[in-house]
């Protein structure tokens, strides 16, 4: 017996091509009339199909005859052989034994023979390899073809636009409809005509000790169709190139290790006799002391094994990088679309044609002259819907915009808490901590937790919204409507992921002011300072915990949560014998793959590329943590696939989408955030500026640099509104005459003629520099792509 089969009413017997399962619950007496009236309509496009039932629960097996078939094929253009191709391919690759181990078996890399393939023409049957009518299109084509024809079956006399099956699926009237896996995906199928692919699909494929070996693309594409097949093609692609960036990451990682003692900024301040002797000013109103130096010196010695000379290279490499990979993939997918026939599809024609939504809800009709007379949309109808679309978007944008504003004014209120329980204090339980851990640092854990949370939870919201507001603008096609949801989402996501990383990427700290002239946020909050290394560690933490959560969850909600929902579905048929688990109800207690499968799959892999581009200068390590999770990813989505999802209706598709232009953009944007972030964010240039440009021994070296970075503010022009309360300031203060503090920033002393205005040799020239360095940086962008 065969797994994927169906019963075949004319041969009485099981085979591997038939084509198509439906499954429904009778409720009621309308639910009865509406699945007899869509039977008859099933009759009428001369499918044949048998009802088998097991209590409530019916299932509708469906065969497709030759002739529906042949019918079906020439209307949707579908390609099949007519010649096999003789041309050899086969290439002599220096020392390619190398790969060996690398290796799957020929008869999986490559389970069909390779055809010169023509549109079907019914008419002209004799054109093509035709050697049995029952075998010749295969499984994957037979359900695409069935589904085309279920889609637009009418279930009511009265009214021809009550059609389709996905309408009786989300009614109730039906509660799934799927085609039929081959066999257990663990054993054989008993049936020797059988070839068990979903077998082969899980043993050289879908389990993680294959982690190291190719992908049987071609496999996949024939059991789950072009769609399914180049989106793994692209996640490998995108994997390989990842180790490649990876190991650069690694090296410059490496690279501030080795270079760790020659820290000389880092330990000027940890030295006592320097940064213990400077006094900074107080970093919040009323419940912040004045502090020393030293107290970061854990955080600057953190701070330097990401920005160091080697950030400087990495941004660029990684400029260069992620140019090459969009043009090498550019390259694998047209060889794709040349080895599967795909050059001349402009679209898959199932995707091309008119979504029955489309043709239910628009009462309009017009006359085409390819078409004759179809539905449309009026303009008006159009417009008002688009609106109503972008509003809502913008509505849910504002949202996030008004969590980012709480979670900085969270930052603001803790740090102040933070600040207290931290004090630097003799008597303090928490000076091993507070040795160790900042004020800055935990406020910046604390509130990127907090963030990560937030979004996951406006991630869940915004999904269902974007589907129904998608929904509610009738695209015509499913390809427009598929573009129009990776919109709406994307954008959602971008501004959800990315929002946190930007404000502590450019505006954290930029716009402070100075202890005699503060600036407040909504003329209430004072504006976050950085700490006197800089926001790059902020940065890095942020980066860090929301970019390895988003993963950890999303392997958690791939892997976990449809096993544990299968388990729970299949526990009843655990006490039945195999033989009276009928491979229908087997494959109905799997999950759905809906539509939008990939779309969800695509969308989580988009993220993680923008976050190891747009941030990338901040955290040299995210390569490395990408590619670790996408090795595992691979095998996770190949897992579900395989072993947990009924098997999906195939499609084709000659590329990965409007997924190509978002790509695209991420890239270009890529290169000015690293730029900015290496210019105006890290401290390497303004070091380099130091160091050779104003350092007056000939030897170059950063000592003094600390000293230099900050300014001095005389402590009795601080106005009242931000001096530290009584009680605030550390036991040292009080016993020590102190009358400065110093700030991060370049501006004249107290009592220099135009004190505390930006100075211009320590100032105005580095930024020149900075803007230089943006603009050279860009044009190797230019010239590389």
């Known amino acids: 017996m065969c ?64 002739e529906v078939l042949a019918t079906y094929a020439d209307v949707l253009k579908i390609k099949v052989p007519f010649k096999a191709n003789d041309i050899p391919d086969k290439k002599d690759v220096p020392l390619s034994w190398l790969c060996t181990p690398y290796r799957l078996p020929e008869h999986v890399m490559q389970p069909e023979p390779d055809y010169f393939t023509a549109t079907f023409d019914k008419s ?6 035709i050697e049995d009518k029952e075998t010749f299109f295969p499984p994957s084509t037979r359900s695409r073809i069935v589904y085309y024809i279920l889609s637009r079956c009418s279930y009511s006399k009265e009214d021809k636009d009550k059609k389709g099956i996905k309408r009786l699926l989300n009614n109730g009237t039906y509660v799934a409809a799927f085609p039929l896996h081959d066999c257990r995906y663990w054993t054989k199928s008993i049936d020797a005509n059988c070839e068990s692919e979903r077998y082969a699909l899980y043993k050289y494929w879908a389990r993680f000790s294959s982690f190291y070996k190719e992908q049987p693309l071609n496999l996949v594409r024939k059991y789950y169709g072009e769609k399914i097949g180049i989106y793994f093609a692209w996640l490998g692609f995108y994997t390989e190139m990842l180790s490649y960036a990876a190991v650069v990451g690694l090296l410059c990682f490496i690279y501030g290790l080795a270079t760790f003692d020659e820290n000389v900024w880092s330990k000027e301040i940890c030295n006592e006799t320097i940064g213990g002797q400077i006094i900074m000013c107080p970093l919040c109103d009323k419940k912040c002391g004045y502090w020393k130096l030293s107290t970061t010196c854990s955080s600057s010695w953190q701070s330097y094994l ?69 539905p449309y949309l009026p303009l008006t109808s159009k417009c008002a819907r688009s609106v109503l679309s972008g509003a809502t978007v913008l509505f849910w944008i504002s949202l996030i915009f008004a969590c980012i ?13 933070f600040a207290g329980i931290m004090k630097d204090s003799p008597t303090n339980n928490m000076d091993l901590i507070g040795n160790l851990i900042t004020p800055q640092f935990a406020t910046s854990v604390t509130a990127s937790c907090l963030n990560f949370i937030i979004i996951m939870v406006l991630n869940f919201l915004y999904e269902h919204v974007a589907i129904k507001i998608t929904d509610m603008e009738v695209p015509r096609t499913h390809v427009e409507y598929e573009n129009k949801l990776t919109v709406k989402m994307f954008l959602f996501q971008f501004v959800n992921y990315y929002s946190s990383c930007f404000y502590v990427a450019f505006f954290k700290g930029k716009f402070v002011g100075y202890p005699g002239d503060y600036s407040y946020m909504f003329g209430k909050w004072r504006n976050e300072e950085c700490e006197p290394g800089g926001c790059l560690i902020e940065l890095t933490t942020q980066l860090v915990i929301v970019m390895v959560g988003k993963q950890v969850w999303g392997n958690i909600q791939e892997a976990l949560v449809p096993w544990l929902r299968n388990w729970w579905v299949s526990r009843s048929a655990r006490s039945h014998p195999e033989s009276l688990y009928s491979r229908w109800e087997q494959d109905h207690d799997l999950q759905s793959f809906s539509q939008l499968g990939l779309f969800y799959e695509y969308l989580e892999m988009v993220i993680q590329f923008g976050f190891i581009t747009l941030f990338v200068a901040s955290f040299p390590l995210a390569p490395l943590l990408a590619l670790m999770n996408n090795i595992l990813e691979v095998r996770v989505d190949a897992w579900k696939f395989t072993t947990q999802f009924r098997r999906p209706v195939a499609a084709k598709a000659h590329s990965i989408g409007v997924w190509d232009e978002i790509l695209n953009m991420i890239a270009v944007f890529s290169v ?64 020590s005459n102190i009358t400065t503090c110093r700030y991060r920033d370049y501006r004249y002393p107290p009592g220099h003629e135009k004190q505390y205005t930006y100075t211009m040799h320590l100032y105005g020239e580095p930024k020149h520099i900075l803007m230089s360095f943006y603009v050279i940086y860009l044009n190797i962008f230019v010239i590389t792509h």
């Open 405 to 417: 504003i709480a979670v900085i004014v969270y930052r603001l209120a803790v740090f102040a808490a």
């Open 124 to 129: 002209k049957i004799d054109f093509f390899l």
């Open 672 to 735: 000015v955030t690293n730029a900015f972030i290496v210019a105006f964010t890290s401290d390497m240039i303004p070091r380099l500026v130091y160091k050779y440009a104003y350092h007056l021994d000939t030897e170059s070296t950063m000592e003094g640099y600390i000293n230099n970075s900050l300014s001095v503010f005389n402590i009795s022009e601080i106005p009242e509104k931000n001096r530290p309360e009584d009680g605030e300031n550390p036991d040292w203060f009080y016993s």
């Open 3 to 66: 797994y994927h089969s169906y019963l075949d009413i004319t041969l009485h017997i099981f085979t591997c091509y038939c084509s198509f399962i439906i499954n429904c619950i009778i409720r009621h007496i309308i639910s009865q009339k509406v699945t007899h009236q869509f039977l008859l309509s099933l009759n009428v496009t001369c499918l044949s199909f048998q009802e088998s039932e097991d209590g409530r629960t019916y299932f509708l097996k469906i065969h497709v005859p030759w």
């Open 306 to 374: 990401f920005d160091n000379t080697a950030t400087l290279f990495f941004a660029i490499f990684m400029g260069i990088w992620v140019t090459l990979f969009l043009e090498f993939w550019k390259r694998r997918q047209a060889r794709l679309e040349y080895e599967w026939d795909l050059v001349d599809m402009e679209e898959e024609q199932q995707q091309m044609q008119l979504r029955p939504e489309y043709e239910i809800k628009c009462t309009h009709r017009r006359l085409n002259q390819v078409t004759q007379m179809e």
